[in-house]
Nanobody
Framework: QVQLVESGGGLVQAGGSLRLSCAAS????????MGWFRQAPGKEREFVAA????????WYADSVKGRFTTSRDNAKNTVYLQMNSLKPEDTAVYYC?????????????????WGQGIQVTVSS
C-alpha cells in the first residue's frame, strides 16, 4: 500500500522558514515525479513545486520561485520542501503527491497518490 506522509508544518512568523518532509513507502518511486500542492481556505488546490525522483529536474510555481526549494533523499525515500521568506499568503494545507508521468506536472489531476496534508500558517 502506497503511503505519503507529510511532516514539518506549523506556525511561523512572516519572513521565517519551515521545511516540510514527505516520507514515501509502498512501492518504488524511482520513475515518479513528486509534487507539492497547497490549498488555502476557500481556494482551489494549487501547484507549488515538483521534483523528478531520479535526476535533478525541478519545477516551481512563480509565486514561490526563489523562496522555496524541493529536494529528495533517495536513501530515506523522502522528499523535502524548504520554504524560506514565508509570507502570510503562503498559509495553506500543503500536500505531497506522486505521479508516474512527466507531462503536466503542475496539474493536480494527474497525480496518483496523495498525502493527508499538513497545515502551514504564516502570521504577519
Amino acid at each position: 500500500q502506497v503511503q505519503l506522509v507529510e511532516s514539518g508544518g506549523g506556525l511561523v512568523q512572516a519572513g521565517g522558514s519551515l521545511r516540510l518532509s514527505c516520507a514515501a513507502s509502498g512501492r518504488t518511486f524511482s520513475s515518479y515525479i513528486m509534487g507539492w500542492f497547497r490549498q488555502a481556505p476557500g481556494k482551489e488546490r494549487e501547484f507549488v513545486a515538483a521534483i523528478r525522483w531520479s535526476g535533478s529536474v525541478t519545477w516551481y510555481a512563480d509565486s514561490v520561485k526563489g523562496r522555496f526549494t524541493t529536494s529528495r533523499d533517495n536513501a530515506k525515500n523522502t522528499v523535502y520542501l524548504q520554504m524560506n521568506s514565508l509570507k502570510p499568503e503562503d498559509t495553506a494545507v500543503y500536500y505531497c503527491a506522486a505521479r508516474n508521468t512527466i507531462v503536466r506536472v503542475t496539474m493536480a489531476s494527474g497525480y496518483d497518490y496523495w498525502g493527508q496534508g499538513i497545515q502551514v500558517t504564516v502570521s504577519s
